[in-house]
C-alpha cells in the first residue's frame, strides 16, 4: 500500500514570502499521479497543483511550483509572494494509476500560516 | 459553476441511532469516492463507485457502513449503529472517471456521535 507523509504540521510565513511544504511517498510503482489540495477554514478542498509521475518537467500553477524527485519519493510544493488568502490546511495526495481503483491517499496536511 | 453538493451539512446523532448522508456530484462525472476525515488528518477513501458499480470499498467498514448509488448519479452514505469513534468529517467528490483526472470535492458533512 502507498503511504504519503507530510513532516511539517504547520509552517508560517510572512506575507509575499516564499515557502515551501515538504511531501515524501512510499510506492513500489512507476507510474503514479501526485497532487496538491488546498482545504482553506470551513471550505471546500479544492486542487492546487497536479504532476504525472512520467513527466520529469516539474509542474507550475501561477504561484505554486513543485520539485518533483521521482528517485527520491519527493514532492515539495513552492508558494511563491504568499497572499493572505493562502492560508488554508495543504494536503499531499498520491493517486495510482493501476486502473479502475484510483482514491487519493492523503498525508496529514500542513497548516499554513500566512503572517501579515 | 458546477458544485459537488452534499447533505446534511451538519449532523448529531447519538451512539446506536442511525445516520445517513447525501451526495449529489458535478453532472456527468462517472467516478464518485465516499472519504472521511478524522479531525487533524487527512482524508481516507471509505468508497469509489464508477457509475453505479463499486470499484473500491476496502477500507469500508461493512458491518456497519453501507454505500449506494443506484442510478450512477447521486449516493448515500448510511452507518448503523453511529459509534463515538465516528465523528468526522463524511466527504464527498467526483470526477470525469478518467485516468489521472482532478477529483472535486464537496462540502462535507460534519458529523457529531454522543
Known amino acids: 500500500a502507498q503511504t504519503v507523509t507530510q513532516s511539517q504540521p504547520e509552517m508560517s510565513v510572512q506575507e509575499a514570502e516564499t515557502v515551501t511544504l515538504s511531501c515524501t511517498y512510499d510506492t513500489s510503482e512507476s507510474d503514479y499521479y501526485l497532487f496538491w489540495y488546498k482545504q482553506p477554514p470551513s471550505r471546500q478542498m479544492i486542487l492546487v497543483i497536479r504532476?504525472?509521475?512520467?513527466?520529469?518537467q516539474n509542474a507550475t500553477e501561477n504561484r505554486f511550483s513543485v520539485n518533483f524527485q521521482k528517485a527520491a519519493k519527493s514532492f515539495s510544493l513552492k508558494i511563491s509572494d504568499s497572499q493572505l488568502g493562502d492560508a488554508a490546511m495543504y494536503f499531499c495526495?498520491?493517486?495510482?494509476?493501476?486502473?479502475?481503483?484510483?482514491?487519493?491517499?492523503f498525508g496529514k496536511g500542513t497548516h499554513l500560516i500566512i503572517q501579515p | 459553476e458546477a458544485e459537488v453538493a452534499q447533505s446534511p451539512r451538519y449532523k448529531i446523532t447519538e451512539k446506536s441511532q442511525a445516520v445517513a448522508f447525501w451526495c449529489d456530484p458535478i453532472s456527468g462525472h462517472a467516478t464518485l469516492y465516499w472519504y472521511r476525515q478524522i479531525l487533524g488528518q487527512g482524508p481516507e477513501l471509505l468508497v469509489q463507485?464508477?457509475?453505479?458499480?463499486?470499484?473500491?470499498d476496502s477500507q469500508l467498514p461493512k458491518d456497519r457502513f453501507s454505500a449506494e448509488r443506484l442510478k450512477g448519479v447521486d449516493s448515500t452514505l448510511k452507518i448503523q449503529p453511529a459509534e463515538l469513534g465516528d465523528s468526522a468529517m463524511y466527504l464527498c467528490a467526483s470526477s470525469l472517471g478518467r485516468e489521472g483526472y482532478e477529483q472535486y470535492f464537496g462540502p462535507g458533512t460534519r458529523l457529531t456521535v454522543t
Open positions: 495526495a498520491y493517486m495510482s494509476s493501476a486502473g479502475g481503483a484510483d482514491g487519493l491517499t
Open positions: 504532476q504525472e509521475a512520467y513527466k520529469q
Open positions: 463507485f464508477q457509475d453505479e458499480s463499486v470499484v473500491d
